[in-house]
């Protein structure tokens, strides 16, 4: 049995995902209310369709993602929030119906290092009530010399 050689990022990559979820979320007034269209979205109840299963989603759902590419998570952030409505009352209202979260992968090229963030992203971020998890994943090479 042949062992297949993993592939190693040369240098970080990142991506990001606004998503929106609540039982009694519309895709479509979340859509309506942002001003662009999610990646996915999903009423309760909807098939969800995933690599070699269906699923069946257990509550609505508004998502808007990125491409993981080499722009680190601020450009990706801002150029994000560039297509999003910015009106803070929009905001505070689908953050008191919804859960609403930003997702971060961050995907390292080698260890020892991190990323920063702005003053004025955190400003955007906690103006609109937002949650932020980051998953951190090492892609190096542990073995390399």
Known sequence: MSEEK????????????????????APDEITRLLGTSPTEA????DPM?????????????????TVRSTHDIEQQLTELFAKL???????????SRYHAYLFCGVFLSWFGHGFSMSPSLHRL????NLEIVFDIYDEYDHDAK
Do not use: M
Request: charged fraction near 25%; hydrophobic fraction near 35%; include cysteine.
């Open 125 to 128: 971020l906690a103006d609109r």
């Open 49 to 65: 369709p995933r690599r070699n299963h269906t699923f069946t989603a257990k509550s609505g759902s508004w998502s808007i993602n």
């Open 85 to 95: 409505a910015s009106d803070p009352a929009i905001w505070k209202s689908l953050s």
């Open 42 to 45: 999903y009423r309760i109840g």
């Open 6 to 25: 993993k592939t190693f990022i040369e240098q970080d990559e990142f991506c990001v995902s606004l998503t929106i979820s609540g039982d009694d979320l």
